[in-house]
């Protein structure tokens, strides 16, 4: 076999570096023979530390994969090792995953720099001659007029989005559980007793409902008040606590 002159280039990393020997042997993924690749990939290797360049640790871990492949394809055969035949399969299987993610990668990039080479037009004013009014009103008759009238007006009546909903800022409203306590302790200073559903119809919101509800909780745990209820569902009954 001839010897391969490699520049030193740089590569993304050991798969693209295998990809390039591929190519340079005219090599199919599936056919790869892995004594010529191994030769010419710790070949690459030595070129590095020749030129005093630093070799990633990946590098190195495929330069171990690969002779670990090409170690076991020279010695016996034995049932009770892994067969190399599997590790060549796991690493061609990484190899073809790697180009198509490459070649992903370089279709976008394409798509992407297409993108850079668009250019827009700024809006202009066209400026034309002006047309006195007398020619522009020219042969133009009430009859005219009333039908452009009506066309333009059932044109912008086909533009109105009906089903619009106008908006309307609510302010927030900011209610305190213990304004709410004071309020209910209030109520029952004139009665004994009080019904919850008769409470709750004072109440201007969702929000005040709530934070009267919680007042309600908070006075029964201090035994301010005593609240009952006959049956599930039923009139609950607001009363004075101890």
């Given amino acids: 076999m001839e010897s391969l002159n490699i520049s030193i280039t740089n590569f993304e ?13 005219k090599m199919q ?14 070949n690459y290797l030595h070129g590095m530390q020749e030129l005093d360049l630093e070799i990633a640790s990946e590098f190195l871990l495929m330069a171990s994969t690969l002779l670990e492949i090409k170690s076991r394809e020279m010695l016996p055969k034995h049932e009770e090792e892994v067969d190399e035949e599997e590790l060549k399969e796991k690493l061609v299987l990484r190899i073809e995953e790697y180009e198509a993610f490459k070649k992903i990668a370089e279709n976008l990039g394409e798509l ?18 002006e047309v006195p009014l007398e020619d522009l009103l020219s042969g133009v008759t009430m009859d005219s007029l009333y039908i452009t009238y009506k066309s333009l007006m059932s044109r912008q009546k086909e533009k109105v989005n009906r089903s619009f909903i106008r908006t309307k800022t609510v302010e927030r409203e900011e209610y305190k559980i213990e304004d709410k306590m004071e309020e209910l302790e209030r109520i ?21 409902c709530i934070v009267f509800f919680l007042a309600i909780l908070e006075l029964s745990r201090n035994h301010r008040i005593k609240v009952s209820q006959n049956t599930v569902f039923s009139e609950i009954i607001i009363e004075k606590g101890e």
């Fill in 112 to 129: 992407f720099n297409k993108d850079l080479f668009i250019f827009t037009k700024r809006a202009e004013t066209i400026k034309q001659d």
């Fill in 29 to 42: 993924i599936q056919e790869i023979r892995i004594s010529e690749i191994t030769n010419q990939y710790l």
């Fill in 188 to 208: 029952l200073l004139g009665n004994q007793r009080v019904n919850f559903s008769n409470l709750l119809l004072k109440m201007k919101s969702k929000a005040e």
């Fill in 13 to 25: 990393g050991p798969f693209d570096l295998l990809l390039h020997l591929l190519k340079v042997n």
